[in-house]
């Protein structure tokens, strides 16, 4: 289960719709294995510049810092986020082919244009993806509200 706080939801959904039609991609932060509590989300820039309409790559310096920011703490990078434009909630062959971390959730939010022609992100949905094995592992997304 991946419990996260609807203002941090509402954070990736933001920054997604601002990256459309490109993939918008973060981190999470948080603690915990089989139940991951999310504590903060950090967007990165996609730099995937050929097929950025349905790739991405993360920023490798925001994982860096996010890495040495957290050192020693009781904090971890616990999965990272990304879009779908104009696509569904669910991993594509190319997630899996690039899911190295298997112990990492990938939550992958769907963003398309409504009759308004303004991009809107929805159906976000969590994973654990595994490249080696080739698997797909769904995970309970707990979405908790606001205070």
């Not at 459309?20 to 999310?38: D, H, N, Y």
């Not at 040495?68 to 569904?88: D, F, K, Q, T």
Request: proline share 5%; hydrophobic share 45%.
């Amino acid at each position: 289960m991946i419990i996260l706080d609807a203002t941090d939801l509402a954070g990736i959904a933001a920054a997604a719709e601002a990256a459309f039609p490109a993939e918008g991609c973060g981190l999470l932060i948080g603690s915990g294995q089989e139940i991951v509590r999310v504590s903060r989300v950090i967007a990165a820039n996609n730099l995937e510049r050929e097929r950025r309409n349905d790739r991405f790559e993360l920023d490798p310096s925001v994982r860096f810092a996010a890495e040495r920011s957290l050192r020693g703490g009781a904090e971890r990078v616990v999965g990272h986020w990304h879009s779908h434009p104009n696509g569904r909630s669910h991993p594509s062959a190319e997630d899996i082919a690039r899911a190295f971390e298997p112990d990492l959730i990938w939550l992958i939010i769907g963003v398309m244009c409504n009759d308004d022609k303004l991009p809107h992100a929805h159906a976000p949905l969590a994973y654990r993806l595994n490249a080696e094995a080739g698997t797909i592992r769904p995970e309970q997304l707990h979405i908790r509200s606001s205070l």
